[in-house]
């Protein structure tokens, strides 16, 4: 039998429903059903229908796309989402993930104005993780900067890989804002690499989420790294679309995104040395 020449890891794509705004969590189940993504990761955020389990349970029946990761609403536009207290907000990302069949919460690690949960914020996601067979995936994040100044606004770090995680996601939106190095980052990050927020990004002070090839990341090599070490995580297309000019427009960045993400995940696997004759 002929050895393959491609390797394509387990990995599914899938498509957050924030790739869409700013329409609805709805027109993402829409939008993810017509171009063949694998599943969807839900933004918990100020639409009605991204908080609603039920409504979330129907649409995904319907368009025959399953949820396959929860992002918990850990932004400033979603302080008050699903409550004021974060360890709820937690709480309720997981049992949402639960109920819904998904196997990932996103989290972001805390602000740091938000002084008690940084600090129990690493033993209580191990705590939260051994109740529970869903991933808690730490997001790596950025400093904020204005002009030359730079503010760290997340503790215990934006950079995750010096906390000790069980799970993390990578964003290389947020490492380009970051400017490091997205590929030494899940070196770092190793086999609790759990997680890939595939957007892109030119170092901007932003954070530009571009369409994967648009940018200066190492889009291609992550993927291409990620079928040779047989990666059986969520690849989540998380990109910013709000300046389509129209849905058509939108739609073409989502199938672009999908394509270069399903090309570069397939990678060359490796031929067998030849054994020298006799």
Sequence with gaps: MAEPVVRIPDAKVALSTASVY???????????????YDGVEVMV????????????????????????????PCLLITQRVWSTDPWTKLQRAQAAAERLGAS??????????????????????WRMADETDVRFAVENMYPWRYKDREMLAYAPEWDVTKGDYRHFTVDLSHTATARTDALAMIDRMGDRLGHVH????KGSAKDEHLVPGRGTQPCAELLERLALTGFDGHVVIEVNTRRAMSAAEREADLAEALAFTRLHLASAAPRPSRVPRP
């Design 104 to 125: 990932t919460v996103v989290v972001h690690p805390p602000f740091r104005w938000q002084r008690q949960y940084a600090k129990d914020f690493v033993t209580g996601i």
């Design 22 to 36: 700013p329409e609805s969590t709805a027109t993402a189940f829409e939008i993810a059903a017509r171009l063949g």
């Design 198 to 201: 595939l957007a892109d990004g």
């Design 45 to 72: 955020w100020t639409d009605p229908v991204s908080q609603d389990i039920e409504a979330l349970r129907r649409l995904s029946d319907y368009h025959q796309v399953p949820i396959l990761a929860v992002h918990a």
